[in-house]
């Protein structure tokens, strides 16, 4: 199956899986429009990958922590380009936290992960579900990047752990409560497992060293098999748990037992 929409909003489309994944957008025909802080990395993917002719690029840069300007910032979008089907909400970081001397710990780093992986995806979804609620009954989709972080948690990341869980069970909810009401709208949940980007960089986690750039899966790899799994139909690309997600981290086991008892719990509540 070829990806089924037309046209993607990429956030956190500046490096790593972001950057990844909307390339093999592109390359595939799918139209792309780039996003993150970075200009010189959004110029860099329109040069790239703007004169293929395989698909449209376009590129505009946003801090998704600046939540009075997302509302503005989704007008603006979908004025330029009514067309988008898809809006990939991708953007994330990660820092270091140790609960074993609680004077060190920065409770700015931990707001920052908390607004930047949790409250301003919220924020997003806000903004943008209505535009592609009003484009029924074309399909649309909305695409969270999670993390197999969302199942098990790991020690040396408790917070950002945190944030990608509560994203998880927001979205496990979401899309029910949208296929209850028979909305145009898929919601789509990536769970990469570790992959080689700058997301474990000295620059953002110096507990790391050197370590941090080589630590996970080959993102050539990981972009492939996560690209498979969105080309999938049905319900088979709702969820994507790429490499050890699937089994080593539950997602196969325990956590399809999770997901039936929330179905048990939806359809007593609804008695
Ligand atoms: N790599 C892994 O091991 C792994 C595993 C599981 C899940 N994930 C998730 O995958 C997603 C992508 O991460 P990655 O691994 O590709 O890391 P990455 O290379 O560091 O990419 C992070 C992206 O998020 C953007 N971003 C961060 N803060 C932003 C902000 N305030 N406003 C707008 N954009 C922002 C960055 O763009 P700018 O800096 O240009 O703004 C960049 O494009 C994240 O949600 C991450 O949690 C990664």
Not at 1 to 14: D, I
Not at 45 to 70: C, H, N, R, S, W
Not at 203 to 218: A, V
Request: aromatic share 8%; glycine share 6%; hydrophobic share 40%.
């Amino acid at each position: 199956m070829p990806f089924q929409y037309k046209k993607v909003l990429v956030l956190g489309a500046t490096s790593g899986i972001g950057w990844a994944l909307a390339a093999k957008f592109v390359e595939n025909g799918v139209s792309v429009i780039a996003v993150g802080r970075r200009q010189e990395k959004l110029d860099d993917f329109a040069k790239q990958y703007g004169t293929t002719g395989k698909a449209t690029v376009d590129t505009a840069a946003f801090d998704i922590t600046k939540l009075q300007e997302i509302p503005k910032f989704a007008q603006d979008m979908f004025t330029k380009h009514p067309d988008i089907d898809c809006v990939m909400l991708n953007a994330g970081l990660q820092r270091h936290l140790s609960w074993v001397e609680p004077e060190k710990v920065k409770l700015d780093d931990l707001e920052l992960e908390v607004f930047t992986n949790y409250i301003s995806q919220m924020h997003l979804t806000k903004a943008f579900l209505p535009y592609l609620q009003k484009q029924a009954p074309t399909p649309t989709s909305m695409i969270y990047t999670t993390s197999g972080l969302a199942l098990v948690p790991i020690l040396y990341c408790p917070n950002y752990c945190a944030t990608k869980a509560a994203v998880h069970h927001m979205v496990l909810a979401m899309r029910q409560q949208l296929k209850d009401a028979q909305s145009n709208v898929k919601i789509i949940e990536l769970f990469p497992p570790a992959v080689q980007t700058e997301l474990h960089d000295a620059k953002h986690q110096p507990e790391m060293g050197d370590k941090g750039s080589s630590m996970g899966m080959p993102l050539n790899d990981f972009t492939k098999e996560a690209y498979e799994g969105l080309c999938k139909d049905g319900d088979e690309n709702e969820q994507i748990p790429v490499q050890a997600v699937k089994s080593f981290m539950g997602f196969d086991s325990w956590e399809q037992e999770r997901q039936k008892t929330m179905m048990k719990l939806a359809g007593a509540m609804k008695k």
